[in-house]
């Protein structure tokens, strides 16, 4: 596979590494995931967090991109996410191969970092939002329902 990763690009998917390894909180799943957000030269990390309750737990890059708003960032230029159990299973057997987010991440990404590239592990090159996904919910009006 071609890698036509940016320094800078390489060194945000490093940090979502690390946030998986020491951050995720995945007792259930055993599937640990990083996240970290580049904006205004600064990163902001994120990891998953479960619950027993299993559809309460969180996916880590609305956790980093959660991070980056609350630290009042307007515009995202890029978002890194590391599964470390995507690749093989605790026998070294391939799983999916690369890490992707799942459809509600791409709607989060899609509204608060339109612009932004998107880098995971075993992919090895950016891309797009728009190209994962072209045609976003959107309201609109913005202040719907608000008035
Ligand atoms: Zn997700």
């Known amino acids: 596979m071609e890698h036509t990763m940016e320094p800078i690009q390489e060194q945000l998917l490093e940090a979502a590494k690390k946030a998986a390894e020491e951050c995720s909180y995945s007792p259930y799943s055993q599937y640990r995931v990083g996240a970290a957000v580049y904006a205004n030269g ?14 309460l737990g969180i996916c880590a890059e609305r956790v980093a991109l959660s991070h980056a708003k ?15 159990d995507a690749l093989r299973d605790e026998t070294g057997r391939p ?17 608060l970092a339109p612009d932004a590239w998107v880098v995971t592990n075993g992919l090895g090159r950016a891309v797009r939002i728009a190209d994962l996904l072209p045609i976003p919910f959107k309201l609109l009006d913005p202040s719907f329902p608000v008035r």
């Open 70 to 84: 609350m630290h009042g960032v307007q515009h995202i230029d890029g978002i890194a996410i590391f599964c470390l």
């Open 95 to 111: 799983l999916v191969g690369y890490t992707m987010p799942c459809g509600g991440c791409l709607q989060w990404i899609a509204e």
């Open 42 to 55: 600064q990163i902001y990390h994120g990891a998953n967090v479960e619950n027993a309750s299993s559809n």
